[in-house]
T-cell receptor, first 113, second 112 residues
């Protein structure tokens, strides 16, 4: 069983389109995250949700809207895609009240053309 | 946020111990040191973490200096599969504000 799974793994789309990336974790964790890794390989946090509540929003454009229907899911919807949105997006989860590790998904490589 | 400094790259012979240093001179008393690695194109993988005592698990050992201003990750018997970028991270925040701030890491290459 994959602990943190993301779909799709690859996504190629045109500028201006709207797309979603889905993430699910089966670890029973209460906190989920989205990270972005750009072409220079810098990995930065975008959002964090705890029990479906937004906790961290790191200066991300309004075109990015995370949605958490339940504790096990955190989806990322992106409107009006731009060339600069091309990156690898990683979902992760952890348990908030323990100093334990975050588990990452395998990433979604988004290419905007 | 406490910053970390790591060498950009290191080589290690297969079968030898790989020692990866990290400086975190501005670390606060309640901040933990975490190590993650990212094997090419995969999601980051947790390795180990510690507060002030040395730690060991099945993957690695973590040695933290007494003043907590630096640490060393030790992979005791490096294999080719340990080739990856290794990130030393100081964990920020308390409940509800956890986030991992990744730096540029150390690219470790294991040489056959």
């Amino acid at each position: 069983d994959t602990a943190v799974s993301q779909t799709p793994k690859y996504l190629v789309t045109q500028m201006g389109n709207d797309k979603s990336i889905k993430c699910e974790q089966n670890l029973g964790h209460d906190t989920m995250y989205w990270y972005k890794q750009d072409s220079k390989k810098f990995l930065k946090i975008m959002f964090s949700y705890n029990n479906k509540e937004l906790i961290i929003n790191e200066t991300v454009p309004n075109r990015f809207s995370p949605k958490s229907p339940d504790k096990a899911h955190l989806n990322l919807h992106i409107n009006s895609l731009e060339l600069g949105d091309s990156a690898v997006y990683f979902c992760a989860s952890s348990q908030r009240d323990r100093n334990t590790e975050a588990f990452f998904g395998q990433g979604t490589r988004l290419t905007v053309v | 946020d406490a910053k970390t400094t790591q060498p950009p790259s290191m080589d290690c012979a297969e079968g030898r111990a790989a020692n990866l240093p990290c400086n975190h001179s501005t670390i606060s008393g309640n901040e933990y040191v975490y190590w993650y690695r990212q094997i090419h194109s995969q999601g980051p993988q947790y390795i180990i973490h510690g507060l002030k005592n040395n730690e060991t698990n099945e993957m690695a050992s973590l040695i933290i200096t007494e003043d907590r201003k630096s640490s060393t990750l030790i992979l005791p018997h490096a294999t080719l599969r340990d080739t990856a970028v290794y990130y030393c991270i100081v964990r920020v925040g308390g409940f509800g504000n956890e986030k991992l701030t990744f730096g540029t890491g150390t690219r470790l290459t294991i040489i056959p």
